[in-house]
């Protein structure tokens, strides 16, 4: 199938909350990890979401090139060509970025997107991510309204972030504090700013003590009720139950059956990408192990041509990936959803 559709998108989402399930977003940073999210969703039947960061497309962009606009534009358009041989639903985003970055990354990318809609062609992105979790809530709320706008008009949906998200992503670093808790407050706040989708659709990201990372049990405490007392507060307002799709940030690590709560409040969307990165690298490290003599030319050797090359270790570093991918998508309760 091609990638998603902006209708196609909305009824992903418009489904997930529905009928209790959320979509993984996978981060990827090459044409490789690409291809494992892509066999992931396959093999999980699932739809899904893949998303670049800020970090991922300064380096699809090349380590000399350092252009995040041409790593996104890049990854789009391979994607385009390569997820049309796969059966499930694609869409792609962008993740996280922050202030100092959207003049040279979302606002670009926006652009592109309402040329090509100009055009009568699809948006390059079906989603972008502003993150003003940095700021003021109520400058974060000021740009997001801005930002909607011009999504709106790139038929293109936007997600926000209120609240922090502990630990670092991309050298962007949360502290661990009472601010990874979004407040009823807050949402209200947002939903006052933003609206609840009449100004352009919109996903949420709230916190409920999430971080990026991975670590111990204990040293994270996740409180999905947060997001049950937002929606609540939110939808006694404007008379909607669960008005807002959200999104699960920082969730290596989590319990499946907080992620399941989370699920039941309405979150569509769950980030994952430590865990895949682990999963392509583990069968890396272990080939290089395993075969160490043939991977360098130790003591003027000649090595095995076989052992260091990169497909060698990179068909079983996709595999590894594409099945947490699938793990992913059984924890979410995407598997078998697809939309046919």
């Given at each position: 199938?091609?990638?998603?559709?902006?209708?196609?998108?909305?009824?992903?989402?418009?489904?997930?909350?529905?009928?209790?399930?959320?979509?993984?977003?996978?981060?990827?940073?090459?044409?490789?990890?690409?291809?494992?999210?892509?066999?992931?969703?396959?093999e999980?039947?699932?739809?899904?979401?893949?998303?670049?960061?800020t970090?991922?497309?300064?380096?699809l962009?090349?380590?000399?090139?350092k252009?995040?606009?041409?790593?996104?534009?890049?990854?789009?358009?391979?994607?385009?060509?390569?997820?049309?041989?796969?059966?499930?639903?694609?869409?792609?985003?962008?993740?996280?970025?922050?202030?100092?970055?959207?003049?040279?990354?979302?606002?670009?990318?926006?652009?592109?997107?309402?040329?090509?809609?100009?055009?009568?062609?699809?948006?390059?992105?079906?989603?972008?991510?502003?993150?003003?979790?940095?700021i003021?809530?109520?400058?974060?709320?000021?740009?997001?309204?801005?930002?909607?706008?011009?999504c709106?008009?790139?038929?293109?949906?936007?997600?926000?972030?209120?609240?922090?998200?502990?630990?670092?992503?991309?050298g962007?670093?949360?502290?661990?504090?009472?601010?990874?808790?979004?407040?009823?407050?807050?949402?209200?706040?947002?939903?006052?700013a933003v609206?609840?989708?009449?100004?352009?659709?919109?996903?949420?990201?709230?916190?409920?003590?999430?971080?990026?990372?991975?670590?111990?049990?204990?040293?994270?405490?996740?409180?999905?009720?947060?997001?049950?007392?937002?929606?609540?507060?939110?939808?006694?307002?404007?008379?909607?139950?669960?008005?807002?799709?959200?999104?699960?940030?920082?969730?290596?690590?989590?319990?499946?059956?907080?992620?399941?709560?989370?699920?039941?409040?309405?979150?569509?969307?769950?980030?994952v990408?430590?865990?895949?990165?682990?999963?392509?690298t583990?069968?890396?490290?272990?080939?290089?192990?395993?075969?160490?003599?043939?991977?360098?030319?130790?003591?003027?050797?000649?090595?095995?041509?076989?052992?260091?090359?990169?497909?060698?270790?990179?068909?079983?570093?996709?595999a590894?990936?594409?099945?947490?991918?699938?793990?992913?998508?059984?924890?979410?309760?995407?598997?078998?959803?697809k939309?046919?």
């Open positions: 199938m091609p990638i998603a559709t902006p209708e196609v998108y909305a009824e992903m989402l418009d489904r997930a909350k529905q009928e209790g399930f959320a979509y993984p977003a996978i981060n990827v940073t090459s044409s490789q990890t690409l291809n494992a999210a892509l066999r992931g969703f396959a999980a039947e699932s739809d899904g979401i893949v998303q670049v960061s970090g991922g497309a300064e380096f962009s090349g380590t000399t090139i252009d995040m606009v041409v790593g996104a534009t890049a990854l789009a358009e391979y994607a385009r060509v390569v997820a049309a041989k796969y059966p499930v639903n694609v869409a792609l985003h962008t993740d996280h970025c922050p202030k100092d970055k959207l003049d040279g990354y979302m606002r670009p990318l926006i652009k592109i997107s309402q040329e090509r809609v100009a055009r009568g062609e699809e948006p390059l992105f079906q989603s972008h991510m502003w993150d003003g979790s940095a003021e809530l109520e400058e974060n709320l000021q740009i997001a309204a801005e930002l909607l706008e011009e709106a008009k790139a038929r293109v949906i936007m997600e926000m972030e209120i609240g922090v998200v502990g630990g670092e992503e991309d962007v670093v949360g502290e661990i504090n009472e601010k990874l808790y979004t407040t009823p407050g807050d949402a209200l706040a947002t939903a006052e609206g609840i989708g009449e100004k352009g659709r919109y996903i949420l990201a709230a916190t409920f003590g999430n971080v990026h990372g991975v670590y111990k049990p204990g040293h994270v405490k996740l409180r999905p009720s947060v997001l049950k007392d937002i929606q609540e507060a939110v939808g006694a307002k404007y008379g909607k139950e669960k008005p807002f799709d959200l999104v699960f940030h920082g969730g290596s690590g989590s319990t499946e059956e907080e992620i399941l709560e989370a699920v039941s409040y309405g979150v569509v969307k769950m980030n990408d430590t865990d895949t990165q682990y999963a392509f583990r069968p890396i490290a272990e080939h290089m192990f395993r075969n160490f003599d043939g991977v360098l030319k130790v003591d003027g050797d000649v090595g095995n041509k076989k052992q260091y090359d990169p497909r060698s270790y990179g068909k079983a570093a996709e590894n990936m594409a099945a947490r991918v699938v793990e992913a998508c059984r924890h979410l309760r995407s598997a078998g959803t939309i046919k």
